[in-house]
């Protein structure tokens, strides 16, 4: 088996080279590039408006600039030789630096970080130490009114958009037109810096409240539902039968034979936890104004910030093929039933 | 489940009997009567909500606007008289002047894409009022016909998108898990690739190139649609090749295309069928998500999303948020709920708690 995930290691590399070219090629295509919206800014000489659209004053930049602005930006060369010049500086660990904030793309990343590691912890814990525990309950009182009520309560949740709930909540609590309880977005107050350590953290849980609430509402289902059929199907397992008439109590059987099993497919799950560091969904931070990775990834695309889009790409692309195998081998560790071949 | 009496030993269908099944989960069942009639009425929404008369008398003559366009000029409104008649006025009009000219209008007489601000006082958005049951949006334009309206296109576009994306899975998934070998290894690099492009780049791309409407919408979801269903039926296929029944089969001298459509496929689309109404919502959900990014259908189409947008950029107007959320909400509570009544009568497990 050590072979088989050897392989699959290997075979990250094909894949990743794969990804990285053809999204390179498609950057290659996508309208109001950097160097056009350079073009863009000179031609207009700073202001702004009205002009941007005329193609009347083109010819009013000189060629040279413009072959200038070209090898600014690297475009003088074809098109593999760029993506060659890219990779080979991807094995020195060397990103490029962002357009928009003219610093290395690895720092502009490693800066959001935090963020994302905040929500995607808080996140993560609290789904899985609220769904794992009501799952099982579900499945213990299986058919009863606590199962059909908390079933109904989940889809309720399933259904609501997480960012549309969050702008629902910003509207009820936001201080708009009814209840002021909660800031309007944003990670902390500006004057966090000055409040005393009580207001400092009073004033991080009132901003992390709702964005956690609007991450979690949805993945609540899955994993609820995930473990509740999972219990259900392994109590009526014959094993259970032997547990119980060895003369166990319920809670010996339910808690220690059903339940390790049960948590078998809920545990697989745990390999894409490393991608928590780039956690963020870019629609509930656009509603709550947080600085995280989705937003970050979001304004590079739309505003052309092409070696940050290609910094996220490496590294969500890698903490997904790896997170990939590291589900692979927990699934073979919790069950040695499983080979993989 | 067979039946046991013998007086009504009348054999059913697997598909009947899971439709039986379906029938007597309550919650699925209803969820599924109102979604379907509210969307089969939808199709013929201008009868009862819209700008539009049904039928006019003017002058002796009967007109029907809803299959022509008049202008004001035509039927002789009065008060602003330019352009298409403006049906409401008409009928004020009509009343007033007694002549025994009348107009029938919908019972909800404000259309989806009509800007009401000459007939309205004060800036928009206005709050929901008797008439406009859900306010108006900042352009004027009535809320409750816009959700109404926009409702079918959210169904429509999902039901599309999912049913092509099925079609594009199965077929693919199918052959990969089915033939194997090179063409899997590679076929499933490259779904690989496929899978992770940013999805936002090309929707970006062709919206500048084309103008993004319906048709290129629901291709450009399908494109990223299909991938989930894929890795589905290649497992599925994968497990089923090496049963018993196929290896019969083979060993009858079956063809690879009645292995194929005759054996594996029936037994493996149960779950998939199961799973088609958290597809849907997966796909309104995504309709709405580029609404709401104004990457999603061209303005001024009606759209939950769009109206979302309005929402939170003016969140002291609370009803531009809160009805096209709760209208989202109930449509995807109805649709989860069809869809978890549908994986239980396809999927019949009785569990019996032992102890």
């Keep these: 088996m050590t072979s088989y995930f050897i392989r699959r290691f290997l075979l990250i590399i094909p894949t990743f080279l794969g990804i990285t070219l053809v999204t390179f090629l498609i950057l290659q295509f996508v309208p109001g590039g950097p160097l056009e919206m350079a073009i863009m800014q000179m031609r207009t000489g700073g202001q702004q408006g009205s002009e941007q659209g005329s193609k009347g004053t083109t010819q009013s930049i000189p060629q040279e600039a413009i072959e200038e602005l070209k090898k600014f930006y690297g475009f003088d060369k074809p098109i593999y030789e760029r993506y060659i010049i890219w990779v080979s500086n991807l094995a020195k660990f060397d990103l490029g630096n962002s357009y928009k904030y ?92 000055s409040l005393s350590s009580m207001g400092k953290v009073w004033d991080q849980v009132q901003h992390t409240f709702l964005p956690v609430l609007s991450y979690m ?31 166990l109590s319920e809670r010996k059987v339910i808690f220690g034979h059903a339940l390790r099993n049960s948590l078998i497919p809920i545990s697989t799950g745990l390999g894409h936890a490393i991608s928590l560091v780039l956690a963020g969904s870019f629609l509930i931070e656009k509603v709550f104004n947080i600085n995280g990775m989705g937003l970050l990834g979001y304004e590079s695309i739309i505003e052309r910030d092409y070696p940050v889009v290609m910094g996220i790409l490496v590294i969500s692309t890698v903490l997904l093929l790896v997170g990939n195998i590291l589900s692979d081998i927990i699934y073979a560790i919790v069950d040695p039933r499983i080979r993989f071949n | 489940m067979a039946e046991n009496n013998p007086e009504t030993k009348v054999s059913t269908s697997l598909l009947q009997k899971r439709w039986k099944k379906f029938k007597t989960l309550k919650r699925g069942y209803y969820s599924f009567l109102a979604i379907l009639i509210l969307y089969l009425i939808s199709f013929i929404f201008p009868l009862f909500v819209g700008r539009n008369a049904l039928l006019v008398k003017y002058n002796g003559d009967y007109y029907f606007p809803l299959f022509k366009t008049y202008q004001s000029t035509d039927l002789g409104q009065k008060k602003d008289a330019y352009g298409e008649a403006n049906y409401r006025i008409l ?12 107009v029938f209008l919908p019972v909800y007489p ?122 589905y039926m290649r497992g599925e296929f994968y497990r089923e090749k090496a049963r018993d029944y196929v290896s019969a089969a083979v060993s009858m001298g079956a063809e690879n295309r009645t292995i194929i459509f005759k054996h594996i496929l029936p037994n493996s689309l149960t779950p998939i069928i199961s799973y088609a109404p958290f597809a849907i919502v997966a796909n309104i959900f995504s309709l709405v998500s580029l609404d709401f990014l104004g990457f999603g259908l061209p303005p001024p189409t009606p759209s939950w999303g769009q109206l979302m947008q309005q929402g939170l950029s003016n969140i002291e107007h609370w009803w531009l948020i809160a009805t096209p959320l709760l209208s989202l909400f109930l449509t995807l509570l109805c649709i989860t709920f069809i869809g978890e009544a549908i994986r239980e009568a396809f999927d019949p497990k009785v569990y019996s708690r032992l102890r």
Aim: net charge negative; hydrophobic share 45%; proline share 5%.
């Design chain 1, 102 to 193: 003219n610093e290395p793309v690895w720092d502009v990343i490693v800066s959001r970080f935090p963020v994302s590691i905040y929500f995607g912890l808080i996140g993560f814990f609290l789904t899985y130490l609220i769904c794992v525990p009501l799952g099982v309950y579900k499945a213990v009182k299986n058919g009863s009114t606590f199962d059909f009520i908390s079933s109904a309560l989940v889809f309720i949740g399933y259904s609501i958009p997480g960012f549309a709930f969050g702008a629902m909540m910003l509207v009820l609590f936001g201080g708009g037109s009814f209840w002021d309880v909660f800031p309007l977005g944003g990670f902390r107050s500006a004057d966090w810096e």
């Design chain 1, 217 to 247: 509402i949805g993945s609540f289902a899955t994993l609820t539902i995930l473990t509740k059929n999972s219990v259900i199907e392994n109590l009526s397992q014959d094993y259970i039968r032997t547990a119980y008439s060895k003369g």
């Design chain 2, 91 to 102: 009928k004020q009009e009509y009343a007033e002047s007694g002549q025994g000219n009348w």
């Design chain 2, 110 to 231: 404000f259309g989806p894409n009509e800007n009401l601000l000459s007939e309205l006082e004060g800036n928009p958005p206005h709050p929901p009022s008797i008439q406009h049951f859900a306010g108006t949006d900042d352009r004027g334009r009535d809320v409750f016909s816009r959700l109404l309206y926009g409702f079918n296109i959210g169904i429509s576009f999902a039901l599309v998108v999912t049913l092509l994306s099925y079609i594009i899975g199965v077929a693919i998934g199918s052959s990969l898990g089915f033939y194997g070998g090179k063409l899997d290894i590679f076929g499933l690099r490259l779904i690989e690739i496929w899978s992770t492009l940013p999805f936002l780049y090309v929707i970006i791309i062709i919206s500048s190139i084309l103008q993004p409407n319906f048709l290129l919408l629901t291709f450009i979801l399908t494109l990223f649609g299909w991938i989930g269903i894929t890795y």
